[in-house]
């Protein structure tokens, strides 16, 4: 049985879960600690499920508190490195937000809440994580991006907040693995896009998606369980689809 543990953070995200499921079955992966703000601080965990849930509502006081249970559930269950981690949050919608299709439908409130969900929450992740995933051993990080979220790629507009909130994270991202490269050279992130998915998010947004170009996702979280599985640690951020396509920045 391996040493190392996944973290998927947004694990109430439709990928998220599944992604949890398939490491569930992964011997590779001993414990998969799954964080998500849906779950109580009393909710039970399973003795016999490999899965973990954490309760965090993003705060940062939540984010390291999280971590620190991660951190002494690790020693109590002799694991000795997280190998994976994917951050799954990301909102297009919500009961306050709706993509915008006119530059009359921007609201200040509006682009801040998808920016803080979308760019800032991955961010405060990948602060407090910096020093828990530095390790001998390689740690490859997945944070869910967009293809929507590629300027060179934009040629229908609209979407707004959505858009820019992803193409921020990407700068976020790519400032991250310059420092990851300098501070823990064992980590490799990834910036993923991962197609269009039958999810919460995308439901609204299906009339128009082929049958065959909408995935489930189990089938995008098999694909990038498999990518993560062959990444070279080389200090960069890599922006790619489900295929393992690089997007155009
Ligand atoms: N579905 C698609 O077609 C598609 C396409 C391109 C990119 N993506 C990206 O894929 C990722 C996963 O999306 P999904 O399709 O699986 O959507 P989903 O099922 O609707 O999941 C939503 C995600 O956003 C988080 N979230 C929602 N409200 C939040 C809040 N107020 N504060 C912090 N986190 C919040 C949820 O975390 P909790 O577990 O804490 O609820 C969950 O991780 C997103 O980043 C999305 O942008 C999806």
Same mark, same amino acid.
């Given at each position: 049985m391996s040493d190392s543990a996944a973290v998927i953070i947004g694990a109430g995200s439709s990928i998220g879960s599944a992604l949890c499921q398939r490491w569930q079955r992964d *011997? $590779?992966? %001993?414990r998969v600690f799954a964080v998500s703000r849906?779950?109580? $601080? *009393?909710d039970e965990n399973n003795e016999e499920s490999s899965i973990i849930k954490i309760h965090s509502d993003y705060t940062e006081a939540s984010i390291y508190k999280a971590l620190e249970t991660i951190k002494t559930l690790m020693l109590e269950n002799h694991l000795q490195t997280i190998s994976r981690v994917c951050i799954c949050n990301g909102i297009l919608h919500n009961d306050n937000v709706w993509p915008e299709k006119r530059i009359e439908e921007l609201t200040a409130d509006s682009l801040l809440e998808v920016f803080t969900i979308n760019s800032v929450t991955p961010m405060l992740w990948l602060k407090a994580l910096i020093t828990m995933v530095k390790s001998p051993s390689d740690c490859v990080i997945t944070v869910f991006n967009a293809r929507i979220g590629s300027i060179g790629d934009?040629? %229908? +507009? +609209?979407?707004y907040s959505y858009r820019a909130s992803k193409a921020a994270l990407n700068m976020l991202l790519k400032t991250a693995a310059i420092e990851y490269a300098r501070r823990a050279k064992n980590v490799k992130l990834i910036s993923f896009h991962p197609g269009t998915t039958d999810t919460a998010l995308s439901k609204p947004f299906q009339g128009s998606v082929k049958k065959e170009n909408l995935f489930t996702p189990d089938y995008v979280a098999e694909h990038l369980v498999a990518i993560m599985n062959t990444q070279q640690v080389d200090g960069e951020l890599s922006f790619i689809d489900w295929e393992n396509k690089a997007i155009v920045w």
């Amino acid at each position: 049985m391996s040493d190392s543990a996944a973290v998927i953070i947004g694990a109430g995200s439709s990928i998220g879960s599944a992604l949890c499921q398939r490491w569930q079955r992964d *011997d $590779a992966v %001993s414990r998969v600690f799954a964080v998500s703000r849906k779950l109580e $601080a *009393d909710d039970e965990n399973n003795e016999e499920s490999s899965i973990i849930k954490i309760h965090s509502d993003y705060t940062e006081a939540s984010i390291y508190k999280a971590l620190e249970t991660i951190k002494t559930l690790m020693l109590e269950n002799h694991l000795q490195t997280i190998s994976r981690v994917c951050i799954c949050n990301g909102i297009l919608h919500n009961d306050n937000v709706w993509p915008e299709k006119r530059i009359e439908e921007l609201t200040a409130d509006s682009l801040l809440e998808v920016f803080t969900i979308n760019s800032v929450t991955p961010m405060l992740w990948l602060k407090a994580l910096i020093t828990m995933v530095k390790s001998p051993s390689d740690c490859v990080i997945t944070v869910f991006n967009a293809r929507i979220g590629s300027i060179g790629d934009n040629r %229908s +507009g +609209g979407w707004y907040s959505y858009r820019a909130s992803k193409a921020a994270l990407n700068m976020l991202l790519k400032t991250a693995a310059i420092e990851y490269a300098r501070r823990a050279k064992n980590v490799k992130l990834i910036s993923f896009h991962p197609g269009t998915t039958d999810t919460a998010l995308s439901k609204p947004f299906q009339g128009s998606v082929k049958k065959e170009n909408l995935f489930t996702p189990d089938y995008v979280a098999e694909h990038l369980v498999a990518i993560m599985n062959t990444q070279q640690v080389d200090g960069e951020l890599s922006f790619i689809d489900w295929e393992n396509k690089a997007i155009v920045w």
